[in-house]
């Protein structure tokens, strides 16, 4: 059996693990021991259920949340739901023996595993991050809002885990309703929000450039594979012109899914020009990327978009953003950042505002006391990489057309069969994007400027 060989926290020491054994067979596969704490943890939500507020106790007095003079009494209300990602999630209500303020009565349980879904379950391995993330951000300076952590772990060998959290109030308070992925439309002004995004953004990759991150973020998120990954191609030029060509074949037999400006029959043989430019140019603009290591690199959330973060008002009305689902996060190239921060916004947001954001973004990243970043370079490369990769959001007429049955029955982009079919609105919106920005951006001019 081949070794699974990752990062994991055990005590106060940053091990390498490897375990080449299989599970126990004798040990019932939704219970596993936790590489961390060295306690048996639930691999689903009955398991957890069925723990109850035994296991809870057991949980949060190993995690050091929770004193051992208290205890969890009961969960008296739970919830499964889906909403994205990978594992199974659940909410949960539960009771303690001695009421606290500094505990929350209301919590979000994610695991790696979902044994009903072959395909989300073969994601599982994300979840090491999180659970390496989680446990080194509970330092009360972390520069970023997070939720606050009551337990966190995982076996490696099976990579079965789970993340307990505080329950974030969306919607409660001053904190913001949740912001589904690919629906900014639906926000009052989705740029402020994303101020707020930039701001925390820049501030935690400022903090970590600038050394106020515990060493162990650089010992622990040292694997760079994840952040060179952007630089690979993962299609051929054939392929390429392919997946093009179906996606004009799909925008001209679906114009109501698209934006008139993206009807014209001309773009097709102009985006394949385009391609071809990108092409003949790939080793230079990589070359330009690379040169940005490594002052254009720090840690960061991996996918900071506005669906993975919570927005509530200071004292000052100002909007502040914390993240949640720190799934592969790591030490990642600053473009990469951006994109992820950025990649499902509406297409204005990149073509009014891009500038305005890569500058909120380097203030609060020299803020930090992090060597200053040259905003022209910065903005080069995000454009740059931005250019270099569009194969994945050329996806849209495989899943619109595998999730739709009538698809010339759909009104339009923001019809509502989109707000329950994830895959394929994040696939159409993040195509359409592609093609705006490509026009708007002027990123053919940008990749025939660096030949």
Known sequence: MKAARSWVIIGNVYHVN??????????????????????SIPADPAALLEGGAEFLTKAFHAGGRLDTSNKVTAIVDSAEFYDGGSGKKLKLTITYERPDATLPNRLFVKFSRNF????????????????????LSRSPD???????????????????GLLITELIPYGEGNVEVAHPKCMDYLIPDAVDNY?????????????????????????????AEQGSAQFRGRASDEQLVQWAHRMFDFIQRYPKLFPENLHDPELRDQFISYMADVSAARDRIN?????????????????????????????????????????NCGVLPLPQIVGGSLGCSEPYVWAENLDELLGIFVD??????????DLDELSLHVRLSMASNFGISMA???????????????TG???????????????LHTMTNMLQNWQALKLGDLVRSVQ
Not at 18 to 39: C, N, Q
Not at 366 to 373: D, E, T, Y
Not at 396 to 410: F, K, S, Y
């Open 18 to 39: 490897s375990r080449l054994e299989a599970l126990d067979s004798s040990k019932p596969e939704v219970w596993v021991t936790g590489d961390h704490f060295g306690i």
């Open 116 to 135: 009903d879904d072959a395909l989300w379950d073969s994601a599982k391995h994300m979840m090491l991050s999180e659970v390496n993330f989680a446990l």
């Open 142 to 160: 972390f520069p970023v809002m997070v939720p606050l952590l009551m337990f966190g772990d995982l076996e490696v060998a099976s990579e079965t």
């Open 195 to 223: 101020r707020a995004i930039f701001r925390s953004m820049g501030r935690l990759a400022g903090a970590h450039r600038a050394g106020k991150l515990a060493p162990e973020f650089d010992e622990v998120f040292a694997n």
């Open 287 to 327: 070359e330009i990327l690379a040169s940005g290591r490594p002052r254009l690199v720090a840690f960061a959330h991996w996918n900071g978009n506005i669906d993975n973060c919570w927005f509530e008002r200071d004292e000052q009305g100002e909007l502040q953003c914390g993240f949640i689902d720190w799934a």
């Open 364 to 373: 609060e990243f020299a803020a930090q006391g992090a060597p200053p970043l």
């Open 396 to 410: 849209a007429p495989v899943a619109v057309a595998r999730d739709i049955e009538d698809i010339d029955a759909v």
């Open 413 to 427: 982009p923001r019809d509502p069969i989109f707000r329950e079919l994830y895959t394929s609105r994040v696939m």
